[in-house]
């Protein structure tokens, strides 16, 4: 009876002992799920190597497991990455719509390939625009915007900003600028192109960028934000309001190239016609109505 017991107690610690063996087993692939969700149950044990009967568990070392963290960072810098493709994948230039008002102009109109209402809201805008021009030549037999341009920029983290341009006969243009999320369709605010091009104020950018164009042109000099000569003396009033808060803010017209790099559209002081033009600027002062972008 003694003996039959024994052999019972012994089945008995060996069954135990087995349940124990799959229970670790399953708490550490339940540890390897949570931490990749990004947390790692409380009072888990730490992981250990597989071992087979014959080798007993050994901790991974200090060494061993910088370098998986290595190799596993760099495997999902290299597998993660993604092109979103260039810009031209997602507009295209739809002037055929507009075919029969080419005798009074040459137009060119972006069309975004993106299914959503911010897309919609720009579609509605710009044919608004040429809903006018068809008034106006009805009316007139002829159009103030003989021409319309665009340029379309996609950057690698998926900003997608798209500039179209009504072409006035006295340099008068009107800028129209969108910025969208190529994933989702919706609307990217001056916070988060500022943000993908480094920049944590908006107005000072834009400031600097206009003094830098005035100060290339050669006929004038601007310091800290104010003329200090100029050959025509006529434009002082027009330079001054160029960089007040009406003109440039944090949420005034802007976008970012391929290059990530920002671009403002705002009131510039001219020597001719009008007091002031609109001009599309890069950070650096750079007037881009010569960019290679632009559908013309």
């Known amino acids: 009876m003694k ?43 730490p992981e250990f190597i597989e071992t087979t009967a014959e080798t007993e568990p050994t901790e991974t070392s200090a060494a061993a497991t910088t370098e998986a963290t290595t190799e596993a960072t760099t495997a999902a810098t290299t597998t993660t990455a993604f092109s979103f493709g260039k810009a031209s994948d997602y507009v295209y230039d739809a002037r055929d719509d507009y075919k029969h008002l080419e005798l009074y102009g040459q137009y060119h109109v972006p069309r975004v390939l993106l299914n959503s209402d911010y897309a919609a809201e720009m579609q509605r805008e710009i044919d608004g625009c040429f809903a006018v021009y068809a008034e106006d030549i009805a009316e007139y037999g002829e159009c103030h915007f003989s021409a319309t341009k665009y ?13 179209f341009v009504e072409c006035g006969e006295w340099d008068d243009d009107v800028y129209h600028i969108w910025n969208f999320d190529v994933i989702t369709g919706r609307r990217v605010d001056n916070y988060n192109i500022a943000t993908a091009a480094g920049i944590q104020d908006v107005r000072k950018a834009a400031m600097d960028a206009v003094q830098a164009y005035y100060n290339k042109q050669g006929f004038l000099k601007v310091e800290d934000y104010k003329l200090v000569s ?54 650096q002062g750079n007037d881009l109505y010569n960019d290679p972008a632009w559908v013309m």
Not at 7 to 18: D, E, K, Q, T
Not at 20 to 39: A, I, Y
Not at 151 to 163: D, P
């Open 3 to 45: 003996k039959l017991i024994s052999v019972i107690l012994v089945s008995a610690m060996a069954v135990s002992m087995a349940a124990c063996t799959t229970t670790g087993n399953g708490r550490k692939n339940n540890d390897r799920v949570q931490n990749d969700m990004g947390s790692k149950p409380e009072g888990a044990e």
């Open 151 to 163: 340029a379309a920029y996609l950057t690698e983290g998926g900003i997608l900003s798209v500039v």
């Open 230 to 283: 100029s050959d025509f003396d006529y434009v002082s009033d027009a330079v001054e309001y160029s960089f007040s808060e009406e003109m440039l803010y944090e949420d005034m017209p802007m976008g970012v190239r391929d290059d990530e790099s920002v671009f403002f559209v705002t009131g510039i002081a001219s020597i001719a016609g009008a007091e002031w033009y609109y001009h599309m600027i890069d950070a």
